[in-house]
């Protein structure tokens, strides 16, 4: 027997004594056979404390299974948010390929030759060498993304839990899961232990200790038939008046000590969710909590709460809503410059706008009117017109890219606006998680204090009823 369940022997076998008093006795000192009946309530006391404490251990191991089937709910919705984030990231990095795609077969319209650089909207000097290297390197990515998450090694930062894996969320699940089965075991083999107003207990100490108390019961009667048990005052012993009535004024004492830490809200309880607490500081910890939820509501209603976009970093919505209203003017502007022919691309050797190109087109074939020119001088200048109007053709092939890219940016950033409250969520229900366990057991100081008075009162009760063996004195 360990020496918890040493110490819980000797105070439940005090208590016990106590509060098998409780049965009315309205007797005499005459009246000797029906003062066994004191110390027959007592066994039965002790008979029903132990019942109720093993009742006590079954509900206490149901209510914190209850407890942990909420946590794995919510570490489930973790795992689903998890798996958004995994394709998130996979779109992004999709949407990096086509990119890089229509950034190559704009080379190939634009040159045959592997080696030679161009410079391309939103991603510079690029050959189509490099540029099929880029993609190649992207579907490398999109492979080992793919291969951490079937591994469970993808790293992911979930708001309240910070960065984890998603091995590491199911191993959470899966413990949780083993915890339950755990307690259902122990509530099966009587080792599940847990701290009542007696102390930590196991249910099968009080199994066992029910067991003990029927066959002391059934001893006893057989003692009492046989007409060999003493008479005294059954619980109670042999004592004078005065020594009876300072054991009354002691659990008058004790009972009003607990209740006056009640009534104050000092008087504590311990449970696994929110270990050892009083009314007091449990309710302050609820009106904390709820301040705190009342501020994380507003920073998201504001557009300042701040998460982690896979392949994007840290934004809130007010940084998502500055970078649109960025795209929406760059777009206007890069618009307007097309139509204007205002547009400066990389063309023709330099950067170029239409109108220069018009301009320079016009002054070639202005040139061409000079009777004085000879025939190689006519052919040079027929090329230059030639080579103006291709580029002509390559300055409209890179605004559209641009205008193109800076479109498709601009829809992945409207998307992760709508993922705001998605990724918000974990903190919203894991403060909802908490308060409720803490509103729950709010409830559980008025029984615990029953439970803790009940052998006090049994006790007084005992202690009274007693002094009417000194009625007659």
Partial sequence: ???HATRALRRCAIVAMAASLTVAIALTAAQAASSFTVLLGQIEARIALSEGMVAEGERRAGERINELRQWIAWWESVKALVQSKQADLQKTIDQRRKNAELMLKTLRGMTSDPKQARHIPNFGWYSIESATALLTSLAQEARKLKQAISEGKDNWHVVVV?????????????????????????????????HGPFGWQTIDF??????????????????????????????IGRLTRNQLEKKLEGVDAAIAKLKAAAGAGDYQIHRASVGWVTANKLAATIEAGETSFQTMKAAVSDGLFTVHIAGAGWWTREKLEAKIAAFDKTIADITAAVRSGDYNAQVLGGWNTLKGLKSYIEAREKRLGDPNLTQLQRNQIAEEITAAHKAIKEWRDMSAVD???????????LAWMGTILKLAKPDFDHRALKRDEQVYHMTSFEAELALKLKPLE????????????????
Avoid: C, N
């Fill in 1 to 3: 027997m360990t020496l």
């Fill in 206 to 235: 009080h199994r066992k200790q029910a067991q003990a108390a029927r066959d002391e019961l059934l001893r006893v009667k057989e003692q009492i038939a046989k007409g060999d048990f003493p008479l005294d005052i059954p619980g």
């Fill in 458 to 473: 049994a006790q007084r009760d005992a202690y009274l009823e007693g002094l009417k063996w000194f009625s007659s004195e």
């Fill in 403 to 413: 205008l193109a890219i800076k479109g498709f940016e601009k829809t992945t950033y």
């Fill in 162 to 194: 910070g960065w984890m894996t998603g091995g590491a969320v199911q191993a959470r699940i899966d413990g949780l899961v083993a915890e339950i089965a755990k307690i259902d075991k122990g509530v099966s083999d009587g080792s599940y232990q847990f």
